[in-house]
């Protein structure tokens, strides 16, 4: 019995569908202790969008450690913060006419959620918020309270209170999942807080994922969400964009909403913020919102910790012109064109996504689980995710090599050919 099994929680989760010990990584591959080489599809969901061990991010780290920079320094200045703000603000925030505060919290997601709630309660004076169906925001209270997943949400051991679920508007949809057809949600929303004698009262604010990537690669449909921020403008609520997982250049542009004639008020990000697989995560708030804030209200210890500045600097270096992007866009097509077959040629299969995360809908847990053990068992990373499980994931980094794509997308396309084959 390994120290793995005698010690570590049970709690465990993606160590039991990857059953080996990783050892070694580089860009779009992993070598286990065995020597064992797999093609990453997985990276680490949506971490590591730049590579494992990305060449340009661990020069910069051992330069900053081998000066003796500073690793920890809570909120305080320093000039790895200095050069990561002033990067992000000239290459992310100026081109877009964005004025948004940069906020830092503690290292994940579910991080930036929890601030986000607590300054739109503070903001607006409200309580309740708005979420949607199959969406996913992160494992602590408050984040979870806007997670829609029931096995999630058990665990608690508390009510998850102050939340009101609806079904969000995606672009497809299917016939036995109807509440990712959220097409009437925000008329009756409308409606509902119109209505003096509804007992419904407008929320702090509206939660949503652009891209629903753990609850399915659900695509949000773009007219629903320019409808759902004008609700927001309209009642006085804040419009909080969680893209956390579909952010940092995964659909082809930094965030997931580009082009899509959003202004959220509340952006939250993480995962391939900090480019290197250090965590990071950070909000970016309307001045206007973030007044609402006194200093030191809220804190962690971890906040913005400075080897994930000088990486998360680093890779903002790859949105400096459109060529990344431009690169992203070609692998995207290259998956879609390999992937999307599937969906015609068997019955109950559907194909969602954007960019370089899709989702591949296979109708029940248990054929996306044997696609994904057989997958890995022929030395591809991929997950599932959605409700039940049933769809298989594909978030490869952004930075994979052509070759190593196309033998990922070719074995899994094989191996989902025989499992949908087998079920027929």
Not at 281 to 293: G, Q, R, S
């Amino acid at each position: 019995m390994s120290i793995f099994e005698q010690r570590e929680s049970e709690i465990r989760g993606y160590c039991r569908v990857y059953p080996v010990v990783f050892d070694k990584a580089s860009n779009a591959r992993q070598t286990d202790d065995q020597g064992n080489e797999y093609i990453d599809f997985f990276a680490g969901a949506g971490v590591l969008n730049f590579g494992h061990n990305n060449e340009r991010m661990k020069k910069a780290v051992i330069d900053y450690i081998s000066a003796d920079g500073v690793t920890h320094s809570l909120d305080m200045h320093s000039t790895a913060k200095r050069r990561f703000m002033e990067r992000f603000t000239k290459t992310i925030l100026e081109p877009r006419g964005m004025p948004h505060k940069m906020q830092f919290m503690g290292p994940t997601g579910t991080n930036s959620v929890e601030a986000a709630l607590k300054i739109a309660r503070r903001a607006t004076g409200r309580t309740d918020i708005v979420a949607f169906t199959h969406g996913f925001h992160g494992m602590t209270l408050g984040a979870l309270a806007c997670t829609a997943n029931q096995a999630f949400r058990g665990a608690a051991g508390v009510p998850l209170n102050h939340v009101s679920h609806y079904p969000f508007g995606a672009e497809k949809f299917t016939d036995d999942n109807p509440l990712s057809n959220g097409a009437g949600t925000i008329d009756e929303l409308r409606a509902l807080y119109r209505d003096g004698s509804s007992g419904v009262l407008p929320p702090a604010a509206f939660m949503v994922e652009t891209i629903q990537a753990e609850g399915g690669v659900n695509v949000a449909d773009k007219q629903w969400l320019q409808d759902l921020q004008a609700l927001a403008k309209e009642v006085g609520a804040l419009f909080i964009i969680d893209d956390i997982q579909a952010g940092c250049g995964r659909t082809g542009s930094y965030f997931s909403f580009d082009e899509l004639e959003l202004d959220p008020d509340v952006i939250c990000l993480a995962k391939g913020l900090g480019g290197w697989g250090t965590p990071m995560a950070m909000n970016l708030v309307k001045p206007d919102v973030d007044k609402h804030w006194s200093p030191g209200e809220h804190t962690g210890t971890f906040r913005g910790q400075n080897l994930s500045f000088v990486a998360g600097a680093e890779a903002l270096s790859y949105f400096e012109d459109d060529s990344f992007m431009q690169e992203v866009k070609t692998k995207a097509k290259t998956m879609l064109s390999a992937v999307a077959p599937l969906e015609q040629s068997f019955a109950g299969v559907q194909v969602r996504g954007k960019g370089m995360i899709l989702g591949v809908d296979v109708g029940t847990g248990e054929r996306a689980k044997a696609i994904v053990s057989a997958c890995f068992a022929d030395g591809l990373l991929v997950a599932a995710c959605g409700s039940g499980g049933r769809v298989v994931k594909l978030i490869p980094p952004l930075t994979i090599p052509d070759d190593d794509l196309q033998k990922g997308l070719e074995t899994f396309v094989a191996h989902t050919q025989k499992v949908m084959e087998a079920a027929a």
